[in-house]
């Protein structure tokens, strides 16, 4: 009789990985549930996508990035609560868009008539004022600021040499583009007994343009994302 085959590490190493974060977040919910939560206070992780684009750019296509982080609620009375989020990963950005010069006579050679991607990495910040018609469950919407802290931003460009070969070229704009987004957002959330789901829109306020550009740009971005709590308890 033959012994079982062993399992590759590879293979034991991205079941390791896949339960990782589902393990993190039971164990964090089982050791500090208590301590994060009170009949008025929730804190949990909250993870969705940021569905984006810029605005000074004729054709600009949508970019599709995640968004992912920590979220808090403050239910300091009946109808009107308090909701923030810090999102450590939470890009933003636009494809399909017309290429800048940047001023380098051998870098424009290659980029002239391409596309290029622009993408942002942002920590961002949001405090909400929400209405809730329920204390505990159901519809409710929200506004209020937004910030973007920019960690890095970059060019994509996918050109073709005289020969035909595809290849990319990035171009760095940390230090030529805003290191802050500051916007306005509106959500509308439905809230379930240990989770909820949200619809948020941020109208981007600060111009984004990369030094040298001639029209003002300005992220518009709207995040669908799913909220689940840590230690949840409800009012008396």
Do not use: C
Request: proline share 7%; aromatic share 10%.
């Amino acid at each position: 009789m033959r012994s079982p085959r062993p399992i590759p590490l590879g293979v034991m190493a991205a079941l390791l990985l896949l339960a990782a974060p589902a393990r993190a977040q039971v164990l964090i919910g089982y050791l500090f549930g208590e301590k994060l939560s009170s009949p008025t206070f929730n804190m949990g992780f909250e993870v969705g996508a940021n569905f984006s684009t810029v605005t000074g750019f004729e054709d600009a296509e949508r970019t599709n990035r995640t968004a992912f982080g920590l979220f808090a609620d403050w239910r300091w009375s009946e109808h009107f609560h308090l909701g923030g989020a810090v999102l450590p990963f939470a890009g933003r950005g636009a494809e399909n868009l017309a290429a800048e010069p940047t001023g380098d006579p051998a870098f424009d050679g290659q980029t002239a008539g391409h596309r290029m991607h622009r993408s942002f990495d942002l920590v961002e910040l949001s405090a909400l004022m929400k209405w809730a018609p329920k204390r505990e469950e159901g519809i409710r919407f929200g506004a209020g600021p937004s910030l973007g802290i920019v960690t890095g931003a970059r060019d994509r460009y996918d050109a073709v040499s005289p020969a035909g070969l595809s290849y990319t070229l990035e171009r760095d704009l940390g230090g030529k583009v805003p290191g802050v987004d500051f916007g306005v957002s509106v959500e509308a959330e439905w809230r379930f007994p240990l989770l909820s789901i949200a619809a948020r829109y941020t109208q981007g306020l600060t111009d984004m343009r990369a030094d040298g550009a001639p029209d003002p740009s300005y992220t518009r971005v709207l995040t669908g994302t799913g909220r689940i709590y840590l230690g949840k308890e409800s009012s008396p």
